[in-house]
């Protein structure tokens, strides 16, 4: 199935992970003897030293199982570079652990072209994720054994067009620990990017000034803050206009560490089976008891309704707090269905919810 990846545009020094196992007898297809040159890669050894190339051009190749994709951790092209997908990446089942790609370049520019990096998940899905089974590397964009994409930059990163499609892992419910993006960086930006899979569609697990915008999720996790490591922070988030579906929880903030300022506008959810807004300082308990080490504060709904629409079973909102403060402003919420909604805030002071029909199971703390 084609992944759309059609538009990466990295800017600053980039980390992002796809790990590749190698074929070093593979024919090399470069012209790299001018300083501002153009190369092609087609096999894992054309890729090995690409730091002379403004331009890359990707073509299709399979990258065999039995060893790393280069003999160097990372793809590093001159500053400034642009690469350029114009055939499909396929990985063999590897035992590397991954990541299967990382590019490590300044200011680089990825074009998708439409094309798909196919991990070939199906191959190690067993239901146990990365808790277990067979080892899993860490490739994108489609069926990718475990988590797709990791985004490790150290400046603004803008990510759009990108589509990570894991939904054949819903089959005997085998895929697991598939998020789509995971987050650890400053400066991020996700923009139209689609995302089907069995985990997080986005988790944040630390940073700030991160945006995520005008994208599709569907049957997994929904959007995460968190989890995240104790002495990391999240700060200065928004959540504008995504569209989460059929999953088991629509927007989380999963967090034994402090989270600050985050806006959410204008975001539909529906389809959702347990959580349609979920709030936890209890994790990996969605609202047991509480952790009181981390703040969690300035948590808004804003700028446009966020519409949460959930199963018959299911909370439209949970707020489990043991170290909240602030006041909240929800509203911009809008949520119905489901069994009730569950405010425990702390310190905090929630603000401005709107339900239908009236809900029943209210705790104020």
Known sequence: MPSPTA???LAALVAVAVAIPSNTTSPVSRTDTAKRATCTVNSVASAADLSSCTAVIITAFTVPSGRTFLSYPHIIAASGATVTMQGDITFAKTTAAGPLLTF??????????DRTINGNGAMYWDGQGTNGGVAKPHPFVLNSPAQAISVGTTGTTVIS?????????????????????????????????????????????????????????????????????????????????????????????????SVSNVIYEANTIS??????????????????????????????????????????????????????????DFSGLHATGGVGHIIAANKATVRQLFFYPALH???WV
């Open 271 to 328: 389809g959702i089976t347990e959580y349609g807004v979920l709030i936890s300082q209890s994790y990996p308990d969605n609202d047991g008891t509480p952790g009181t080490g981390a703040p969690i504060s300035a948590v808004s709904f804003t700028e446009g309704t966020t519409n949460v629409a959930v199963g018959s079973s299911a909370h439209t909102l949970v707020v489990d707090c043991g170290a909240c403060s602030g006041t909240w």
């Open 161 to 257: 067009g990108i589509t990570v499609d894991n939904s054949a892992g819903d089959a005997g419910a085998l895929g697991h620990n598939t998020d789509g993006f995971d987050i650890s960086a400053s400066s991020v930006t996700v923009a139209k990017c689609v995302v089907k899979n069995q985990d997080d569609c986005v988790a944040i697990n630390s940073g700030t000034g991160i945006v995520i915008e005008d994208s599709t999720c569907s049957g997994g996790h929904g959007i995460s803050i968190g989890s995240i490591a104790t002495g990391k922070t999240v700060s200065t988030v928004t959540i504008a206009r995504n569209t989460v579906t059929n999953g088991l929880y629509g927007l989380r903030i999963k967090a034994s560490a």
């Open 104 to 113: 490590n370049t300044a200011n680089i520019v990825f074009n998708g072209g």
């Open 7 to 9: 538009f990466l545009h």
């Open 361 to 363: 199971l209210t705790a």
